[in-house]
């Protein structure tokens, strides 16, 4: 496997600029003799697939849900950001570039965090001019906050629905396609297989969740945008039906896979509350800007909070990071909650919860005022756990939410496989080992609005099949290929007859993953985490119960399928963290901390991303590491000190 | 808690439905209501029998996926509340819940209680958006909005698709969805150009998938997760009678 970045030459103000200018173009004429696939109808794929559209190009949108307006970006609270200096508070392309490297904990590639603020502005503007409500002052402008990780506000929201609000506007763009015949949608559609001819990508397989019908589709390129793989701890705040199936099937097909350890996990979430719970909520990081974190001095105090008094209370963001406070970035409010309650000091009845405290808020702001900027969120907190959190401190608990890892790309966003691409949280550009508040809606959107739709033309212009070769239909042999590896495994899916439902193998592992490759992992650890999920694996092919037929709607058998990915993703992610000896972002080994339990990186050895190539399924046959070394021109690198 | 659900169970879109009556059995007040039907797919399944399909996705109340009328209202007794943040504290030991699935002719049943809600997709595709390529906008700053608009087309926004209106609707009208859409554009400057071809094709569209007329029972605006009140019905009406005249 080669890794060329394909990073641009000259100053990296121009690079976007000058490659642009340096990409092929397509004939508008010729722009509608080529069949463009994209899977997922999120913020990446439902911006590509509306932008290539109106581009002229002929496009088949995939996604699993009734509707493209379900996609998971959907679910964004916060907002997004742009270094717009609407507020003058001295923001740049250059500072939005380089609080993302550096909050990425310098494991991103300079070259694509450039572009993605340089192109943040273009994407404000396209949204209002689409319709998307943002919030606005009086004098009719709009309104900014500031968030983690940043000292300038460049964050632009829309109450505590930025995503849905962005996804509503692609969807409105790609409805417009729909109606012009450039789009096609299919809808509870999931793409089972990649098919890929002399090296290239040439089309997919999928399965209609409603008739359990395949088809194959061809086409000149295929887009990725299938999100991130948090899924994989069974427990987190993605959707239900998130899952990793696409860039699996993309990996097992030669792409290579980058930094699978970089998992985020998000400090403000409603605790676990019973063994029977199916997701975690998140309750919005901007909550940190009023709210005290802290927990009892006092081991297994089990007082109610208000009558613990206040000299009793340790808040220990503010004892440990004096100068950032409650406002530290993600991954070290979340470790420093989990290193309470391993301690001893958790509250709540399983001691996994940590407190989130607004009376000091109340106190001085007053009630209506709290409400008038958290009330949404306050609201969905006491429907979930039945507390006011008006009288009674949160209870919260850190909880997976995001993966820096994904497909390996370069600066075209083009996997190691010519012609397949991946977009949004499903790549692995630009977040490094932890991304920041409201840069997933930014880097979904720069994707498939402003980088995609020139990026694909440019492969489309060299290797588009329009010329002697012919078009690749779906009668050569690779289809078929792989749509009999597709049957076989559904065939083995609904043989086994097992005893054990696919539910409960999917919290086996997610149990596997939280304890060995969660918040802080260790050399011990992974390994046997490594064996235990090869173990569960076998388990799985033997024991596994789907009911039903494959013939017809059947959640079970689709449920099968994302959970077997999952197990073979599990490994790759422990194989990963096991690999990467140092901690850095969402990554913490127990063996690589300072003496007071901060992250240590080792930029001598590891400032590169771990990009993984699939070798088989076979026993004894391991994935092997390949690296891409990062070069850090215009960034110091340097210790995070939030203190 | 020990439940007696009554749940509509049918095999597909052609084949007739029934009730099916499903014991549930240790279920705790703080699970939500599908992680109850989670539990009780679980016990199916362990017996040999077929779960319970229903339509879900991000369990944070905003996709718009969730569905099922409960008890005979969409989305269960709690106001302002989707499905899946329904959770059983709202009910008592020992209760019968009825479990169904949206009620429209434009929302055929493909399995136990998921529909298909494409119909709405193609009433949207109709016209609900602002006709504008990627790349075209100017400074998103040279056009200020009234802070009082932005907020009123972001309240017609927050619109979730989910069906509820069309559901609780003894018309079946999908009257309050459409109007979302049309007041969440209507009201804002960038969407003056197309208002009245908007209101007219997405109403000419709502009309040809089946969907009913509005006779102000006002069932869609207490049902709506999203609390999106019936007068944003009355300024769709408005709208398209005016575009009417304009011809």
């Known amino acids: 496997m080669k890794l060329d970045s394909k990073i641009p030459g000259g100053p990296i103000q121009n690079k976007w600029t000058e490659h642009r200018f340096n990409m092929k173009l397509v004939n508008p004429a010729n722009k509608r003799k080529f069949r463009v696939i994209v899977v997922g109808s999120g ?41 717009k200096n609407y507020p003058n508070d001295g923001d740049s392309i250059w500072r939005l570039f380089y609080d993302t490297v550096k909050g990425g904990d310098y494991r991103a590639r300079e070259a694509n965090v450039y572009r993605l603020a340089e192109i943040s502005s273009n994407i404000i503007d396209t949204c209002v001019a689409q319709g998307v409500p943002f919030a ?115 990996w097992k097909k030669g792409a290579g896979f980058a930094n699978p350890c970089y998992t985020q996990i998000h400090p403000t979430c409603i605790p676990v509350s019973s063994e029977h719970q199916s997701k975690l909520t998140l309750m919005s990081e901007s909550l940190r800007y009023d709210g005290r974190v802290w927990v009892p001095k006092k081991k297994g105090d089990t007082r109610a909070p208000n009558v613990i008094p206040e000299d009793e209370r340790d808040y220990y963001l503010e004892r440990r990071y004096p100068s950032f406070g409650n406002l530290v970035p993600r991954d070290v409010a979340s470790r420093a909650a989990k290193e309470r309650c391993d301690a001893g000091y958790g509250v709540g009845s399983t001691g996994l919860a940590v407190y989130l405290d607004f009376s000091d808020a109340i106190d001085r702001l007053g009630e209506d005022a709290v409400r008038a900027r958290y009330g949404n969120l306050f609201h969905m907190y006491e429907k979930i756990t039945a507390e006011n959190p008006y009288k009674v401190p949160m209870k919260i608990f850190p909880a997976v939410h995001y993966t820096m890892g994904g497909l390996w790309v370069d600066y075209e966003l083009q996997t190691t496989v010519p012609g397949l691409f991946a977009l949004g949280e499903c790549n692995f550009s630009d977040h490094g080992a932890n991304r920041l508040g409201a840069s997933a809606l930014m880097q979904g959107l720069a994707d498939g609005y402003f980088v995609a739709p020139y990026t694909v033309g440019h492969y489309l212009a060299q290797h588009g099949s329009m010329g002697a070769s012919g078009k690749v239909t779906t009668d050569h042999p690779a289809f078929a290929e792989s749509e009999n590896a597709l049957r076989d495994r559904i065939d083995r899916l609904m043989n086994i007859n097992g005893s054990q439902s696919v539910e409960s193998f999917h919290k086996r592992l997610g149990k596997i993953m939280w304890d060995e490759c969660g918040m802080a992992r260790d050399k011990s650890g992974l390994r046997g985490a490594i064996e235990d999920i090869q173990a569960l694996q076998k388990e799985f092919w033997s024991d596994v119960c789907v009911p039903g037929s494959k013939d017809g709607c059947n959640p079970e058998l689709d449920k099968a399928g994302r959970v077997a990915d999952f197990l073979e993703f599990g490994e790759l992610m422990c194989r990963d963290a096991l690999m990467r000896e140092e901690s850095c972002g969402g990554h913490f080994r127990k063996e690589h901390q300072t003496e007071d339990g901060e992250a240590r990186r080792d930029d001598d050895n590891y400032a590169f991303a771990g990009v993984w190539e699939y070798q088989g399924d076979g026993d004894g046959d391991e994935p092997s590491l390949h690296k891409e070394n990062l070069e850090f021109e215009h960034v110091k690198l340097t210790t995070r000190s939030y203190k | 808690m020990k439940l007696s659900l009554h749940v509509w169970r049918q095999a597909n879109s052609n084949e007739a439905g029934r009730m099916d009556q499903i014991t549930a059995t240790d279920i705790t007040e703080d699970m939500s209501f599908l992680e109850m039907l989670d539990k009780v797919n679980e016990d199916l399944i362990c017996e040999g029998k077929e779960p319970i399909a229903f339509d879900h996705d991000c369990r944070e109340g905003i996709c718009g996926m969730c569905s099922l009328m409960i008890n005979g209202v969409a989305h269960g007794p709690e106001s302002g509340t989707t499905t899946c943040q329904l959770h059983m504290r709202s009910f008592r030991d020992g209760d019968a819940i009825y479990i169904e699935p949206w009620r429209s002719r434009a929302f055929p049943v ?25 790349g075209n906008a100017q400074d998103a700053n040279a056009l200020p909005i009234k802070k009082a608009d932005a907020d009123a087309a972001f309240d017609a926004a927050a619109c979730i698709g989910c069906g509820a209106c069309v559901a609780s609707c003894p018309n079946g009208s999908a009257m309050l969805f459409v109007a979302a859409k049309v007041n969440h554009l209507g009201r804002l400057p960038q969407g003056q150009p197309e208002r009245s ?23 869609c605006e207490a049902v709506c997760p999203k609390d999106i009140p019936a007068d944003t019905i009355a300024r769709m009406n408005r709208d398209h009678l005016k575009a009417s005249l304009c011809d």
Do not use: P, W
């Open chain 1, 43 to 83: 913020l990446a794929g439902g911006a590509a697939a509306a932008t290539l559209g109106e581009l002229g190009y002929n496009v088949d949108c995939f996604c699993f849900q009734d509707s493209a307006r379900r996609a998971h970006s959907i679910a964004a609270q916060g907002g997004i950001n742009a270094a």
């Open chain 1, 136 to 250: 606005r002052e009086y004098g009719g402008l709009l309104d900014n906050r500031s968030f983690g990780g940043a000292q300038v506000s460049r964050t632009f929201y829309a109450r505590g629905q930025t995503g849905q609000q962005l996804l509503i506007g692609a969807y409105q763009a790609l409805s417009r396609q729909v109606s012009k015949g450039s789009v096609t949608m299919h809808t509870r559609t999931e793409l089972q297989e990649i098919v890929v001819v002399d090296g290239h990508a040439r089309g997919i397989i999928t399965r209609n969740l409603v008739t359990g019908k395949l088809t194959r589709h061809a086409a000149d390129a295929v887009l990725l945008c299938t999100g991130g793989y948090g899924n994989v701890f069974y427990l987190s705040t993605n959707a239900m039906g998130s899952n990793v199936t696409a860039a699996v099937k993309a």
């Open chain 2, 110 to 134: 493909i399995r136990d209680l998921m529909v298909d809600r494409s119909s709405f997709d193609r009433v949207m595709q109709a016209g609900g958006y602002i006709s504008v390529n990627t």
């Open chain 2, 197 to 219: 071809e908007r209101v007219k094709k997405m109403v000419d569209a709502m009309d040809a998938e089946g969907f009913g007329a509005c006779s102000n029972h006002y069932e």
